[in-house]
């Protein structure tokens, strides 16, 4: 475990260094996540100046959903969104899974990590500035309870959403292109920021079980600012919808790999 923790922080330290050396790349990324940032909350501002809830959704609520959401989604583009667009999904079509697959090391840990974005690191830093800004000016009334399952919804929700996205590319080895994954994992990784309770309750639990992206940052936060209870059944859904994610991402990943094999032989 230590070798494989060396490797990342080795990895991403050096692709961090690489990317800050465009300066004036830097400048503008911060510079466009600052506007989409408050353009958002105007946008919030403005739509809750004519009503006082969207749902059982208010205002400090929505501020809450959209910086933890932004948080998720930018620590996702750091550390994931790099290996899985820019490494995993062309060394399926070019061949170049090979060099993974050889190195004496898991090759879903080489494939998939390594490769830090900055565009992520740029959206990062501002949305939990945003987020401590609410924590000291709209402190919530959570119990300990509320913040530790929180904090466990929020971590176990990124790790469902990685895999969820995970397996959209893995699909790749099954197809002929891979271009128009790209779309249809960013409609899935911007949900996570999205109200999505406020859809009829189907709608919901397709968000929270089949497609579980609310569990990365919608359900977190409602729990945590006291619009969801703390239940032995949330917990208990979390466990399976986890266990069930990572048995499929496993098995796809094995069947996935056979066919690479027996395709590129």
Known sequence: MKKYLEIFWLTNKMWFQSEIAYRVEVIFLFLNTLVLIAA?????????????????????????????????????TMFAWGPIYHQFRPAIK???LDIFLLKPMSP???????????????R?????????????????QASATQIITFFIFLLTGMG?????????YVAGFWTTSTDYFHH????????????????????????????????????????????????????????VILLFFGLISGFAWNRGLRRYGSVSS
């Open 40 to 76: 958002t909350v105007i946008l919030y501002v403005l739509i809750f100046s004519q009503t006082t809830t969207v749902g059982d959704w208010d205002l400090t609520s929505m501020f809450y959903l959209f910086a933890v959401g932004n948080v998720v989604v930018s620590v996702y």
């Open 184 to 239: 249809l994992a960013w409609s899935f990784i911007s949900a996570t920021s999205q109200p999505t309770s406020v859809f009829p309750k189907l709608v919901f639990g397709i968000f929270s079980t089949i497609l579980p992206v609310a569990f990365a940052a919608v359900i977190p936060v409602r729990i945590l600012v006291g619009l969801e209870p703390v239940t032995l059944q949330a917990y208990v859904g979390l466990i």
């Open 160 to 168: 469902l959403l990685y895999l969820l996205i995970f397996l959209i």
């Open 124 to 140: 990062f830093v501002p949305s939990l500035g945003l987020l401590i800004y609410l924590l000291w000016t709209s402190p919530v």
């Open 108 to 122: 879903g840990f080489l494939v998939l990590t390594g490769r830090f974005d900055l565009s992520g690191f740029a």
């Open 94 to 96: 070019t061949g170049k």
